[in-house]
Nanobody, 133 residues
Framework: QVKLVESGGGSVQSGGSLRLSCAAS????????MAWFRQAPGKEREGVAV???????TYADSVKARSTISQDNAKTTMYLEMRDVKAEDTAMYYC???????????????????????????WGQGTQVTVSS
């Protein structure tokens, strides 16, 4: 059973930095794509960053220049580091997991790297980040 637990949220001043963690358990981590999403009050959930193969990553344009997604060597914990945070970074941050492959109609299929929340079906409870001026 997939279990994802986020931590590291809190209040941070504008221009500061944050580091979020996502502890994963209960599933074969290497066979899943892991991603960060966020949802601000009154807004839709949006993708922030996703880990691809061999440490590659895809980022949302709004955070690309000041964020780093990574994982530990044991590949059970994922991180999101964000620098020069802004008021618009205030949101609930979630980690999510998506199978890299799935079996359907007698065949295995590969899922693509995605930052669309509708492509993910395993979610953590979220950690709140509030940026103050």
């Amino acid at each position: 059973q997939v279990k994802l637990v986020e931590s590291g949220g809190g209040s941070v001043q504008s221009g500061g930095s944050l580091r979020l963690s996502c502890a994963a358990s209960g599933f074969p981590y290497a066979t899943y794509y892991m991603a960060w999403f966020r949802q601000a009050p009154g807004k839709e959930r949006e993708g922030v960053a996703v880990l691809g193969d061999d440490g590659t990553a895809t980022y949302a344009d709004s955070v690309k220049a000041r964020s780093t997604i990574s994982q530990d060597n044991a590949k059970t914990t994922m991180y999101l580091e964000m620098r020069d945070v802004k008021a618009e970074d205030t949101a609930m941050y979630y980690c999510a997991a998506r199978r890299r492959v799935y079996y359907s109609n007698g065949q295995w299929h590969a899922n693509s790297l995605s930052l669309s929340p509708t492509d993910y079906n395993s979610w953590g409870q979220g950690t709140q980040v509030t940026v103050s001026s």
